[in-house]
Structure formats: structure tokens, C-alpha cells
């Protein structure tokens, strides 16, 4: 579907929808309509053809700028055409309010968690 359309919607989401991440991570488009078979509910973006999922507390608008095949993988590269985000899930300098927002980190196997404590380490 990327490598028809030359774009794509990166989708931050919360924990809430972790259950959407295994599902549509458990398939792949080439064998399912993953809108269809998880009925995914999209909103339009605004630069690309590409659906944003509902809901991620941020997505980023790409288009194709290269594309490279490893094995049985294909690696995207994206110019990102436009951001949107939730504004309560920010904070000021751009990093997360995890009281607001929940990213679904992946851990492994079928195992996602959510973040609970930041750290702060300066870079120099
Ligand atoms: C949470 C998550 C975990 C994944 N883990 C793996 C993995 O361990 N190994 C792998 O090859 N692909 C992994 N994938 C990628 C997907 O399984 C798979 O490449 C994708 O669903 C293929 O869909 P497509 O053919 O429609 O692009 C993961 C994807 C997600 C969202």
C-alpha cells in the first residue's frame, strides 16, 4: 500500500489501543483489508491520501523519499509533510504529559506496558 501510494500516516498510540496495535501488527495488508477486518475508524489527513487511525495522540504525514528491502521486510523512508498532535498530551518543549497521554509500548512477544516514570539526563 506504501509502495503504490508513496505515502503514510505514523500513528501515536495510547495504551487504551494497544488491542488495535496486535491486531493489525498480527497480519499482514497483503493478505486482509485491516480497515475492514478490525473495523478501523479513520479521519482524513491533510497532505496525503493515507487515512489517520482513530485516535493517536499525535500523527505524522509522510511521503515516500526512499525505499529499501531487507529479507522479507521493506524500510520507509518518509518526508514528513505535516504533524498534529493533542495538545493536552504535551507538555511546552515537546515531550510527553504522561498524565495526559499513555503511549502502547511494545515490549516483546504479546507484551505492551505503559510508561510511568521520566527520567532526565542531560546530553552534555
Ligand atoms: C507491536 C508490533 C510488533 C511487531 N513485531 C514484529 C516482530 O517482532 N518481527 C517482525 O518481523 N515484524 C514485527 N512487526 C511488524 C508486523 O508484524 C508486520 O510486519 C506487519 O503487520 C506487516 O503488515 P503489512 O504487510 O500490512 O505491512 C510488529 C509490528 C507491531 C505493530
Same mark, same amino acid.
Request: aromatic residues 12%.
Given at each position: ?35 475492514? !477486518? #478490525?473495523?478501523?475508524?479513520? %479521519? ?6 493515507? *487515512?489517520? =487511525? ?5 500523527? @505524522? ?27 493536552? !498530551? #504535551?507538555?511546552?518543549?515537546? %515531550? ?6 499513555? *503511549?502502547? =509500548? ?5 507484551? @505492551? ?12
Amino acid at each position: 500500500m506504501i509502495a503504490d501510494s508513496g505515502e503514510f500516516v505514523i500513528n501515536f498510540m495510547p495504551a487504551e489501543n494497544a488491542d488495535l496495535v496486535a491486531k493489525v501488527a498480527g497480519c499482514s495488508g497483503s493478505d486482509v483489508d485491516k480497515f475492514d !477486518a #478490525f473495523e478501523i475508524q479513520t %479521519t482524513p489527513a491533510s497532505t496525503v491520501e493515507a *487515512p489517520v =487511525l482513530s485516535a493517536p495522540y499525535a500523527f @505524522y504525514e509522510c511521503k515516500t523519499i526512499d525505499r529499501q528491502s531487507y529479507g522479507d521486510h521493506d524500510l520507509f523512508a518518509g518526508r514528513v509533510t505535516a504533524v498534529q498532535w493533542e495538545e493536552s !498530551a #504535551f507538555f511546552k518543549d515537546g %515531550t510527553i504529559d504522561l498524565e495526559h497521554a499513555s *503511549p502502547a =509500548l511494545y515490549i516483546g512477544e504479546d507484551q @505492551y506496558t505503559r510508561a510511568s516514570q521520566t527520567f532526565h539526563h542531560p546530553r552534555n
